[in-house]
C-alpha cells in the first residue's frame, strides 16, 4: 500500500465507531422516530466512510456503492416516514 | 506533497470531529427533534468534509501521476457528495414532519406552534 492508505483508513475505522455509537441509540431508543433518526446517521456514516474505504484502496467500485447506496437509503427513510405519518391519522 | 498532506490532514479532521460530535449528540440529547438536530446537521457537515479531502487528493495524485484512474474517482466522489448534499435534509424534514404527525412532542417544550396553525 502506499503512503496515502494509513490517512484515509484511520478516519474510515474511527467512523465505525460512530457507527456503533449510533447503533445504541437504534437499539434502546424510546420511540420508533428516534429508531429512524438513528438508521439516517448510520447511513450517512457508512456512505461517508465507503468514500474514504474506495479513497484508501484507490478501487473506484467503491464509491460508486456509495451512490448507490445514498439513494436507495434516502428512499428506505422515505419510505418509513411515510409509514409512520400515516399510520395515526385516522 | 506537503502542502496536500496539510489539506488533507485538516480536512478530514474537521470531517471526524462533526461526525463524532453528531453522533454523541444522537446519544445524549432528550427527545427526538433535539436528536435530529444534532445528528443530521452535523453528520452532514463532517461528510461533505471528508469527501472533500477524497476529492482534493484525488485531482492531485491525477496531476502528480496523470493516471486516468483518479479523475474517475474524484468524478464519483462528486457525485456520491451531491447526492448526500440533496438526500440527507430531504429525510430529515420527512422524519421530523412524520415525527410530528404521529404524536411525538417535544419534551421540554412549552408552547406548540404548529399544532396552533392548524395545518394539517
Redesign the interface.
Known amino acids: 500500500m502506499n503512503e ?1 492508505f494509513k ?2 483508513i484511520i ?1 474510515g475505522g ?2 465505525l465507531i ?2 456503533l ?2 447503533l ?2 437504534l437499539i434502546l431508543g424510546p ?4 429508531r ?3 438508521l ?2 448510520i447511513n ?2 457508512v ?2 466512510g465507503m ?2 474505504v ?2 484508501a484502496y ?1 478501487e ?1 467500485i467503491y ?2 456503492v ?2 448507490v447506496y ?2 436507495l ?2 428512499i428506505g ?2 419510505y418509513v ?2 409509514y ?2 400515516g ?3 385516522k | 506533497m506537503g502542502i496536500l498532506l496539510a489539506i488533507l490532514y485538516i480536512f478530514l479532521g474537521i470531517g471526524v470531529i462533526f461526525n463524532c460530535l453528531g453522533s454523541i449528540g444522537l446519544l445524549r440529547f432528550p427527545d427526538v427533534y433535539t436528536r435530529l438536530h444534532a445528528s443530521t446537521k452535523a453528520t452532514t457537515f463532517g461528510s461533505i468534509f471528508t469527501s472533500f479531502a477524497v476529492i482534493i487528493y484525488s485531482f492531485s495524485r491525477w496531476n502528480v501521476s496523470g493516471d486516468s484512474k483518479f479523475v474517475v474517482l474524484a468524478l464519483h466522489a462528486i457525485v456520491a457528495l451531491i447526492c448526500l448534499i440533496i438526500t440527507n435534509p430531504t429525510g430529515a424534514h420527512a422524519i421530523a414532519r412524520a415525527a410530528h404527525r404521529s404524536g411525538v412532542m417535544p419534551k421540554q417544550a412549552v408552547i406548540d406552534q404548529l399544532k396552533e396553525a392548524k395545518l394539517e
Open positions: 496515502f490517512i484515509f478516519p474511527l467512523l460512530f457507527m455509537l449510533s445504541v441509540r420511540t420508533t422516530p428516534d429512524i433518526v438513528a439516517d446517521t450517512t456514516l456512505v461517508a468514500i474514504l474506495g479513497a484507490e473506484v464509491v460508486d456509495a451512490i445514498a439513494l437509503s434516502y427513510t422515505l416516514a411515510k409512520l405519518e399510520r395515526t391519522k
